[in-house]
Nanobody, 124 residues
């Protein structure tokens, strides 16, 4: 069982930056992928970014590409999402997720473990 704990959310003005963190409680010898999803009020949860843990390959949704950077620190078992030039439409609860596969997926149903979520609010 893997527990994921997010941190770093908050309230920021449009154009500002935030860095989200997600720390995993355990490490697995299997190849795996970690990702960020978000869910805005009244909307479905959507893919934001993902990183394959072994190779460090990164993937982004078009809506955040060029404004966000996903990264990981193997020693700390922690994944980060640096978000810049934030927009009001980025307001959502952001979830960290882990998938026990080295192949990335943009579908939330493909992920095995989830964090509790962290609120990001961008004011205009």
């Amino acid at each position: 069982q893997v527990q994921l704990v997010e941190s770093g959310g908050g309230l920021v003005q449009a154009g500002g930056s935030l860095r989200l963190s997600c720390t995993a409680s355990a490490r697995t010898s299997r190849s795996y992928t970690m990702g960020w999803f978000r869910q805005a009020p009244g909307k479905e949860r959507e893919f934001v970014a993902a990183i394959t843990w072994t190779s460090g390959d990164t993937y982004y949704a078009e809506s955040v590409k060029g404004r966000s950077t996903i990264s990981r620190d193997n020693a700390k078992n922690t994944m980060y999402l640096q978000m810049n030039s934030l927009k009001p439409e980025d307001t959502a609860v952001y979830y960290c997720a882990a998938r026990l596969s080295g192949r990335v997926s943009y579908l939330d149903s493909a992920y095995d473990y989830w964090g509790q979520g962290t609120q990001v609010t961008v004011s205009s």
